[in-house]
T-cell receptor, first 114, second 114 residues
Framework: AQTVTQSQPEMSVQEAETVTLSCTYD???????LFWYKQPPSRQMILVIR??????QNATENRFSVNFQKAAKSFSLKISDSQLGDAAMYFC???????????FGAGTILRVKS | GAGVSQSPSNKVTEKGKDVELRCDPI?????LYWYRQRLGQGLEFLIY????????KSGLPSDRFSAERTGESVSTLTIQRTQQEDSAVYLC????????????FGPGTRLLVL
């Protein structure tokens, strides 16, 4: 079975600075998808960024980018120019290419200091 | 368009009572998923629907949990004889089809069993 590990229970960043959230996963599959979701106190899970394993190029969405290292099974999220609104719980998730369910890590709480 | 909606937003019940949680997916989304999030933890997959059939029920924790879906619309998750360990946030997600599509989440139902 696939597993997702987020080793940082909590991170802090100064407003306007850059922070990187770590995620590693374990799988024997070669084709899959990786996601970062944000969950603010409202509980609404919001998709931040998505990466297809067959793509070598790292995904980017505005201030959010990933460092996808397939051989190392690592998928970190970099948030540039951090804003107060970025404060939330961030979840890394995995899904098999032919599968349905998402497998989530335990999450990282991100605090943004003004 | 409208996102995934869930009701009730919060539910407090007494141990041993039955509860029903409702999910309205995004219109046109054929796949629907239920997840459970215990306090301070990541999401656990419960069940997924493709149309009104449930090919994967592997995450349902016991036979007290069941779910149904009417066509490609609303789904109901039922927990019978609730226990205190059932207390959690129950999140629903939907996507256009099984493979490749991103899952969009509702705001969840927070269930507290006293």
């Amino acid at each position: 079975a696939q597993t997702v590990t987020q080793s940082q229970p909590e991170m802090s960043v100064q407003e306007a600075e850059t922070v990187t959230l770590s995620c590693t996963y374990d799988t024997s599959e070669s084709d899959y998808y990786l996601f970062w979701y944000k969950q603010p106190p409202s509980r609404q899970m919001i998709l931040v960024i998505r990466q297809e394993a067959y793509k070598q190029q790292n995904a980017t969405e505005n201030r959010f980018s990933v460092n996808f290292q397939k051989a190392a099974k690592s998928f970190s999220l970099k948030i540039s120019d951090s804003q107060l609104g970025d404060a939330a719980m961030y979840f890394c998730a995995y899904r098999s290419a032919g599968g349905n369910k998402l497998v989530f890590g335990a999450g990282t709480i991100l605090r943004v200091k003004s | 368009g409208a996102g995934v909606s869930q009701s009730p937003s919060n539910k407090v019940t007494e141990k041993g009572k039955d509860v029903e949680l409702r999910c309205d997916p995004i219109s046109g989304h054929t796949a629907l998923y239920w997840y459970r999030q215990r306090l301070g933890q990541g999401l656990e997959f419960l069940i997924y629907f493709q149309g009104n059939s449930a090919p994967d029920k592997s995450g349902l924790p016991s036979d007290r949990f069941s779910a149904e879906r009417t066509g490609e619309s609303v789904s109901t998750l039922t927990i019978q004889r609730t226990q205190q360990e059932d207390s959690a946030v129950y999140l629903c997600a939907s996507s256009r089809r099984l493979a490749k599509e991103t899952q969009y989440f509702g705001p969840g139902t927070r269930l507290l069993v006293l």
